[in-house]
């Protein structure tokens, strides 16, 4: 828990420096010193936002491990799952190009996520057979089942920065929505409602393509449970195999797979880790900016956004650049056909473009492989910008695009 708590005192400094120094020996562990690759720092690993007390550094040292940590069938995997840890599809916090799918069957009248045949999340690896008094039963990868009408793949985005987003105020989303609906009817966004599982309130949605998710807490358990089957307090059922509950009588480890510790040092990994650092400026990044907003990318893609009071004091009431407003917009032939909460299955979250440069496929199923190609793909409320992007002079596109590349 991120509590406010004293500044560093000088006493205390030379450990302070330890424990960054321990962040980034952590991070070793989570794969990222190969390469410079997201969110890392000159010491090669992910970096916290600055001035954080110590306190706050120890949460964050502790939330590396926790985020990079590999879950073994002892420690509760599965008993079906995506993978072994956060790190294996957030590299480094970063983004990676893992997929996962989702299912769903389009009746009439009605979306049918399928949960009774394990959708709509399919997990696609089991931990094998195991072997009870009662018999053995075989764990597998979930399977597309025949009832499913849509299949949906979506790519494993960025978690660098979001202990920004988490800290904008329900309020903001409102009256962004509010005050596009009146400025700029076209393309305006709405509003996802989701049920907070913590308060019990319906409250504004704002991560995954689809902003499902409230907040940076309700993620981090809903993740442990459905990318490694690790229950922890707030998601204490174990998922049915393939929508098979009574498979669970093998699970081999029925107990509470997390106490809640790791959880919360994952939520607060992700809450203090640092945004993308934007690429340098240049005459044409310059000049690509004018061209961003004459096209009208910036009425979803918003470039700045205002935190509210935080006890982390690079959050509390901070101005950061995401370039995304986080609403929902309709985005016709883009959009995935998977309904959650109150998105239909054409809306989508603007997906954020700060950290474009460090990302090589693009898009909520990852089929872009240039950002280009992303633009092109625009529909819905994003045909016109597509269309002025498409019409634009060569020079002012690869200006455009030079821009796009330094976030
Ligand atoms: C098997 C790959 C995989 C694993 C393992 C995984 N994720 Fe993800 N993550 C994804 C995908 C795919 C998405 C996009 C989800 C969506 O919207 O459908 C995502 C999205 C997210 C987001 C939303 C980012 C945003 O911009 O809104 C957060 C936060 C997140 N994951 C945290 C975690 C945490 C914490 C863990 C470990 C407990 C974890 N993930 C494990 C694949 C994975
Ligand atoms: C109507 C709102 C809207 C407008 C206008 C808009 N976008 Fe988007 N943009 C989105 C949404 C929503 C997504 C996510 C779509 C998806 O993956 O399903 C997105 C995705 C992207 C991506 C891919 C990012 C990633 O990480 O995969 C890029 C790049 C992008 N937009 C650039 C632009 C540019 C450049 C313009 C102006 C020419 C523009 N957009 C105009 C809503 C918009």
Redesign the pocket.
């Known amino acids: 828990m991120l509590e406010a708590t004293p500044r560093v005192s000088p006493a205390t400094a030379g450990r302070h420096r330890l424990l960054a120094g321990a962040a980034a020996l952590l991070a070793a562990s989570i794969g990222v010193t190969a390469q410079r690759g997201p969110g890392q720092g000159p010491n090669g690993g992910p970096q916290p936002v600055p001035g954080l007390t110590l306190a706050q550094q120890q949460a964050f040292a502790d939330g590396v491990r926790a985020f990079g940590r590999d879950y073994t069938d002892a420690d509760g995997l599965g008993p079906v799952f995506n993978d072994e840890s956060c790190a294996d599809c957030h590299r480094g916090g970063g983004d990676s190009n893992r997929n996962v799918t989702r299912i769903g069957r389009q009746e009439a009248d009605a979306f049918d996520g399928l949960e009774r045949l394990g959708g709509s999340l399919l997990q696609s690896r089991g931990i094998g057979t195991v072997t009870t008094a009662d018999g053995s039963f075989d764990f597998r990868g979930e399977d597309v089942p025949a009832e499913a009408t849509i299949t949906a793949r979506r790519k494993s985005q960025p978690v660098l920065g979001l202990g920004f987003v988490d800290a904008v105020p329900d309020a903001t989303f409102h009256a962004m929505a509010d005050e596009q609906a009146r400025a700029t009817p076209d393309?305006a966004?709405r509003v996802q409602l989701v049920f907070d599982r913590t308060t019990g309130d319906f409250v504004v949605g704002r991560f995954g393509?689809k902003a499902q998710v409230p907040t940076l807490r309700e993620f981090s358990g809903d993740a442990l449970l459905n990318e490694m089957g690790i229950t922890s307090p707030g998601f204490r059922d174990e998922i049915c195999p393939q929508g098979d509950c009574l498979a669970l009588g093998f699970n081999p480890a029925p107990a509470l797979n997390d106490d809640g510790h790791e959880a919360e040092a994952i939520t607060d990994f992700m809450r203090l880790l640092a945004p993308p650092p934007p690429g340098a400026a240049t005459d044409d990044t310059r000049r690509g900016e004018t061209v961003?907003h004459a096209?009208?990318?910036a009425?979803?893609?918003r470039p700045s956004l205002t935190t509210g009071p935080s006890p982390v004091r690079a959050l509390d009431r901070a101005t950061f650049e995401p370039y995304s407003d986080f609403l929902l917009?309709d985005?016709g032939p883009?959009?995935?056909g998977i309904p959650q909460a109150s998105a239909t299955g054409t809306e989508?979250?603007?997906?954020p473009?700060w950290g474009?440069r460090l990302?090589t496929r693009?898009?909520?199923d990852g089929s872009?492989a240039s950002?280009d190609d992303?633009?092109r793909r625009?529909g819905g409320?994003?045909r016109d910008?597509?269309v002025?992007?498409e019409a634009l002079a060569e020079d002012a596109r690869a200006d455009?695009l030079a821009f796009?590349q330094s976030r």
Do not use: E, K, P, S
Not at 348 to 351: I, L
């Open positions: 393309t966004g393509w961003f096209t009208g990318c009425a979803c893609h917009h985005m883009l959009g995935d989508m979250r603007t997906a473009l474009l990302r693009y898009l909520h872009a950002v992303a633009v625009h409320q994003g910008a597509r002025r992007y455009l796009l």
